[in-house]
């Protein structure tokens, strides 16, 4: 069964300054896509970024970028310019390409951004 | 283009009542997931359907959950005889078809027995 692990529960990051949530994950399939969705206070799940275990050019959406590494099994979040509308929890999520159903989520990490 | 629904938004029941939490998914997606949300915890995975069919229900518990996506209508999950362990955000995502690799959610609805 497939694993997503976030290590850490809660992260602080200065406003304008870059912060790294960290995700590992544990598969033995080669094809799968990785996400990070964002849950602000109103729960609502954004989609903030996606990865195709087969590309291995890391996705970048605006202030968002990931580092994959696909031998690794390692899929961290950068947010560059670190704004107060970032503070939310974010999770890491992973979900086969095979048996496209359902998405394995991480437990999340809590972000906040001090002013 | 009007997202994913899902009603209510909140929900209150009593130990031993039902809970009915209703999804509508995107215009023109058939396939349905139901995840489950603790309070501090991620999302788990339940059940996915499609029209009139069960495709994976390996994260439902055995008992006094079970749910549906009729021909017609909205998704229905349904809690028979609620505990107080029930008490969690429920979210519904819908997809275009079993290759589309994004799920859409929706604003969840949160069950609370009192």
């Known amino acids: 069964a497939q694993t997503v692990t976030q290590s850490q529960p809660e992260m602080s990051v200065q406003e304008a300054e870059t912060v790294t949530l960290s995700c590992t994950y544990d598969?033995?399939?080669?094809?799968?896509?990785l996400f990070w969705y964002k849950q602000p206070p109103s729960r609502q799940m954004i989609l903030v970024i996606r990865q195709e275990a087969y590309k291995q050019q890391n996705a970048t959406e605006n202030r968002f970028s990931v580092n994959f590494q696909k031998a690794a099994k390692s899929f961290s979040l950068k947010i560059s310019d670190s704004q107060l509308g970032d503070a939310a929890m974010y999770f890491c999520a992973y979900r086969s390409a095979r048996d496209a159903g359902k998405s394995t989520f991480g437990d999340g990490t809590t972000l906040t951004v001090k002013p | 283009n009007a997202g994913v629904m899902q009603n209510p938004r909140h929900l209150v029941r009593r130990r031993g009542q039902e809970a009915r939490l209703r999804c509508s998914p995107m215009?023109?997606?058939?396939?349905v997931y139901w995840y489950r949300q603790l309070p501090e915890e991620g999302l788990k995975f339940m059940v996915y359907?499609?029209?009139?069919?069960?495709?994976?229900e390996s994260g439902m518990p055995k008992e006094r959950f079970s749910a549906e996506f009729p021909k017609e209508g909205p998704s229905i999950l349904r809690i028979q005889q609620v505990v107080r362990g029930d008490s969690a955000a429920y979210f519904c995502a819908s997809s275009a078809n079993m290759d589309s690799y994004e799920q859409y959610f929706g604003p969840g609805t949160r069950l609370t027995v009192t």
């Open positions: 598969t033995s399939e080669s094809d799968y896509y």
């Open positions: 359907l499609q029209k009139e069919n069960i495709i994976d």
């Open positions: 215009k023109g997606h058939s396939h």
